[in-house]
């Protein structure tokens, strides 16, 4: 091998520092993949993540329509439920009216008759036999014992119809104070359904938005790669200069320092030895 003559030792040193120092490396570019992978892996598990959010949030958003869907029908049935209560009340209210009207109008009617009865039982002829006149007394007697019957009995179904519209208006509270709970559940039911709608909106917004970023990554990942291929394809030489560059850096970087004076130095005699030729032609011209 050709020994370096001293004199281009310092030009070639400074070839060297130059060309490690412009030669790419395969370290950060490495790096770099790597860690578009790591964000690429922690991306892709955070919209996995999200995916199952959502899948939970539509199926508890389905549960909870169907459940508002439940109480509004028994909503509708318990609405229903009260109409025809309210419908048989009114009913029964109007009978039992009309019923007492009757009632009354029939003893008022039985007793004027059993009066009148009376009337001309005392007044009729004077010859009447003491049996005719004890028949007659029996018969008017009759008549009230079944005036009187009707009346209790009258008074009987009177207190049924009052114990039965009772009966009605106490199950008709009841049932306004179940219809008023089912109306505050379905309110909180569409409450919680309208939190759910929203969270699902957020958490789509969130996953397209992390989506886009994956694609982000994947091209940066994409240039990067091809950047480390194109790397890879370089001569054999950047590896020794790599070589170099890591044993001798902090040297080379010294020694460019001196060398960049030593030139400097030596650049001045020579652009001095390159005027003399000028000036020597110069004076040969003015000759």
Partial sequence: MMAIPPVFLPAVLSYLIVISESTPTITPIATETSLGNQRNQRLTLELEEAKLKIAR???IFDETVQH???KSLSLEECEKLIADMTHEMDRLQSDLSSLKVFLLFDLEEKKEAAADGGRIGRGGQLGTT???TSLRTRSGGEEEIEVEGE???ANERLNQLEEEVRLLWAIMRKTNFELHHLESKALDAENNMNLV???VETMAAIVTEQWIQIRQLEQALHNAEVQALTVKRLPTRCKFLEFLRNLFGNHLQ???GILDSSLFHMESPLHQLEKIPSAAK???HEV
């Fill in 254 to 256: 010294k020694l460019k």
């Fill in 151 to 153: 009346s209790s009995r």
């Fill in 282 to 284: 110069k004076y040969h």
């Fill in 68 to 70: 508002i869907n439940a």
């Fill in 197 to 199: 709608a929203s969270q």
């Fill in 130 to 132: 003491a049996a005719r």
């Fill in 57 to 59: 949030l539509e199926s």
